[in-house]
């Protein structure tokens, strides 16, 4: 477990956007049990070389004409349980963090690992939502 005193601005970062935290297993599945609509879900992490992108990238997406319905979070290496409930809804992929998810009437219908994000500018991770927004949403 990270300190709560590290992670909260990178918390803060999505939540000041309307990205919801998700703490528990029983509010992931709230959420992603739902079987209308879409659903992005961030995979928040501590990690700087890719979480660093990942979020500004979310919140450039975020200004795209279409969007998701529901915005949600989880933080790996925080809430360990939402978040181990939150990748049984992303399977096949393997556990990933920072990753992105987005759900439509129940299905994974896009997402990025960590090696879609790694590496790439907040720019290209948004441009790469905003395609899936437009597809999905």
């Known amino acids: 477990m990270y300190p709560a005193e590290l992670v909260a601005p990178m918390s803060q970062e999505l939540n000041a956007i309307g990205v919801e935290s998700l703490t528990t297993p029983e509010a992931v599945s709230n959420v992603l049990d739902k079987t209308d609509g879409t659903v992005l ?5 501590v990690c700087g070389c890719a979480a660093a992108n990942a979020r500004p990238g979310v919140r450039i997406a975020l200004g795209n004409d279409k969007v998701p319905a529901t915005l949600t979070t989880v933080f790996a290496g925080v809430d360990r ?3 181990a409930k939150a990748r049984e809804f992303m399977l096949p992929y393997p556990p990933s963090s920072p990753s992105i998810a987005l759900f439509k009437d129940g299905k994974l219908v896009h997402f990025l690992e960590r ?13 790469n939502l905003k395609m899936a927004f437009d597809e999905y949403c």
Not at 41 to 45: A, D, G, H, K, P
């Open 115 to 127: 090696h879609h994000i790694e590496g790439r500018s907040a720019e290209i991770i948004a441009a």
């Open 81 to 83: 349980e939402a978040t």
């Open 41 to 45: 879900l961030v995979v928040n992490s």
